[in-house]
């Protein structure tokens, strides 16, 4: 699509008229006061150096490493603005609810912008926007708490900022401190990039703990603010797994792009759960218990959201990078900025010891059957317009998510990497490695945290460099298909084979797994996964299940004549395997009540990884240590020191 000559001119006068308005030399005021954030309040006073006329002022919409417009502008209340000892009357603009227009009056040179953000006192939106605070700990995003001008990129909108916090509480960010006083912390001036890059996190129960490998001159730590003084504490064994985390990503980038960094890890029930990437930090978030029972999710969340600090922020897309938060993204090529930081993440996972092998090898095997078996919406939707889930929404879960997709490009991309990565060891006869693609594409000076954008012709380039092969086609080959069957050549190709056995996949990545916590997997049998209520959250599209008639959202009340429990269920599934009968089941769909007949015979199914004879175990090589390992026999690896 094109502008007309004459919109364009007028889109020029628009955009100059708006940015008449701004004092250009004086960074905006930005007071944060978040004293009252347990009761999820957070009063914001912005001062703002202007010019008399007419201001256009953004409230950020598009949030990076969210690759969504899902600003939570319905969380901005008692929004007002004042100049000159005058009120300014505001108005939000009428095709974008991000946008404020107002004019500053004459004499005026600081507009001042008040308002409060609440924070949810539910679920709340995704990401950022879902509950970020609670009455002991709070993760600050700088983008939620900050109006800026339109007219000028991100990067060249200075701002000094300032943080009031509850008494008594501890905080951590990779923003340098100019000063502290009491709960008071005044930040060193930032441009807007860089300050919305940089959250902080603070509460009652915090803990630091320096994970700096032994020689290594960047610091890290990790920040740690929980529910409890319990949930906080960390075990000296983990500790060291962390240490092996940072020590094993010098040997992989062979280089950094950050001052410090700093991990930023929330432990609460009642905080939104998810990762979001920065240069020098991450904002990780998972349940009380995660530090001593958050299973193999918890354990690979920071290794995947450290990795998105070379890859994603350093490197990252160009048609994604973006000067402010208002232009539209485009996310075309999530499936290298998600898709391989998942292939990367769990392999450092393994590498530092976060994860046995044999846990590394039940994620591989439950995302290849997720993608074979488990997602035939892969037959009409292909990886590459997956890559467009962010937009399309919905696409994280919910009933037929295995027929529409959403962002497969995560767990696709983990296998198409692999399948890369097997295939540079092969084409090189192991003398080269996904590790030599990071040490060159990730690689270089660290000139503390800047972006260097690519395209899919530099990915191509990079990994011709590395071992030379036709990679355009082999890529988009991988990216356009329609194929039933996952991309498992790497897996096949490191020596492995997806099988199906009736024992329960332990470990992995959520999914796939069995008939664990009271919720039923029968994904690769009958066709159905089942929570501890009897409701159908999902049924495989053409499964025996769906043939019989079964759809998500319906409840089963009953297993072979009996009330349902997942054990019932899970006993009638065994006996497919030996009786003739099919699996009868009564369930109930909007009030009503019907009787299906599932024809399925082969007991219960789930995946797990088996060598294949005399081919070699390219996979166990990948996930290797390369740092040497106190209190290990790890290998010294054949990659030199950054
Ligand atoms: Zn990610």
């Known amino acids: 699509m094109t502008l007309s000559r004459r919109f364009r001119l007028v889109l ?3 955009i100059l008229s ?111 926007s879902g509950g970020s605070a609670t009455d002991k700990l709070a993760v600050i995003e700088w983008n939620q708490e900050t109006f800026y001008p339109a007219g000028a990129p991100a990067k060249e909108i200075m701002f000094k900022p300032a943080l009031h916090l509850p008494e ?19 930040f060193k001036p930032i441009d807007l990039e860089h300050l919305v890059d940089s959250p902080v996190i603070t509460g009652e129960y915090f803990n630091n703990v320096d994970v700096t490998p032994p020689g290594e001159p960047i610091h890290h730590e990790l920040d740690l603010a929980g529910d409890s003084a319990a949930s906080v504490e960390m075990s000296p064994e983990m500790r060291q797994h962390y240490v092996n985390l940072v020590a094993e990503t010098g040997k992989l980038f062979g280089a950094r792009h950050y001052r410090d960094y700093h991990f930023l890890y929330s432990l609460s029930d009642h905080v939104a759960h998810f990762g979001l990437e920065h240069h020098e930090s991450d904002d990780s978030r998972v349940g009380e218990n995660g530090l001593h029972s958050g299973g193999p999710g918890a354990a690979s969340l ?8 070379w890859n994603g922020k350093f490197r990252r897309p160009a048609d994604l990078t973006t000067p402010d938060y208002e232009q539209p993204m485009k996310t075309d090529l999530l499936w290298v900025y998600e898709g391989l930081t998942d292939y990367l993440g769990p392999v450092l996972t393994a590498r530092s010891g976060l994860w046995t092998p044999e846990q590394y090898r039940n994620h591989i095997a439950t995302i290849a059957a997720e993608l074979g078996p488990g997602r035939p919406g892969r037959t009409w939707r ?12 919905g696409g994280f879960g919910g009933g037929w998510f295995n027929w529409k997709r959403g962002v497969d490009y995560y767990d696709e991309g983990d296998l198409v990497w692999l399948w890369v990565d097997v295939m540079i060891r092969n084409l090189s006869h192991d003398q080269k490695s996904i590790d030599d693609f990071c040490h060159i594409f990730h690689g270089g000076p660290n000139n503390g945290p800047e972006v260097k954008t690519y395209t899919f012709d530099d990915i191509a380039a990079t990994l011709n460099q590395v071992a030379p092969y ?57 066709g159905l ?4 209520d009897g409701r159908v959250s999902d049924c495989i599209w053409d499964s025996p299940a769906f043939k019989a008639g079964v759809i998500p959202g319906m409840t089963v009340l009953a297993v072979n004549g009996r009330k349902f429990t997942p054990e019932i269920f899970n006993q009638a599934l065994i ?43 390219l996979l166990s090589e990948i996930i290797k240590a390369r740092a040497p390992q106190p209190g290990t026999s790890a290998t010294t690896g054949d990659h030199d020191e950054p």
């Open 470 to 526: 036709d990679w355009a086609k082999f890529l988009h080959e991988r990216l356009d298909s329609h194929s039933p069957e996952a991309p498992v050549g790497g897996i096949e190709a490191a020596g492995w084979r997806v099988e199906y056995t009736d024992k329960e996949t332990q470990g992995g990545r959520g999914g796939g797994g069995g008939f664990r916590g009271n919720f039923t997997s029968a994904v690769y049998s009958v």
């Open 168 to 186: 008594g509480w501890k905080y951590g960010t990779p923003l340098p401190v100019d000063r502290e006083s009491g709960s008071r912390i005044e």
């Open 18 to 128: 708006a940015s008449a308005a701004i004092a250009a030399g004086q960074p905006i005021t930005l007071n944060v006061d978040a004293s009252d954030v347990a009761r999820k309040i957070i009063r914001v006073r912005e001062e703002i150096p202007v010019t008399p006329g007419p201001i256009t002022l953004y409230y950020p919409k598009w949030i990076p490493g969210e690759h969504g417009p899902d600003g939570p502008i319905d969380a901005v209340t008692g929004l007002e603005m004042n100049a000159g000892g005058q009120t300014v009357r505001w108005t939000r603009d009428l095709l974008d609810v991000y946008t404020f227009h107002a004019d500053i009056p004459q004499g005026a040179s600081t507009l001042e912008v008040s308002f409060q953000y609440l924070e949810p006192t539910g679920a709340g939106g995704p990401f950022t």
């Open 529 to 532: 996964s089942i929570g501890p």
């Open 302 to 309: 920071l290794p995947h959201e450290f990795v998105h600090s």
């Open 12 to 14: 020029i006068a628009l």
């Open 382 to 393: 292909d990886l590459q317009d997956t890559t467009l889930a962010p937009l399309v929404r």
């Open 575 to 617: 006996a497919t395997k030996t009786g003739s009968e099919p699996m009868e089941l009564i369930v109930e769909n909007d009030d009503y009540l019907k009787t299906v007949r599932i024809d399925y015979h082969g007991g219960p199914r789930y995946p797990h990884l088996v060598r294949i004879e005399g081919k070699p175990d």
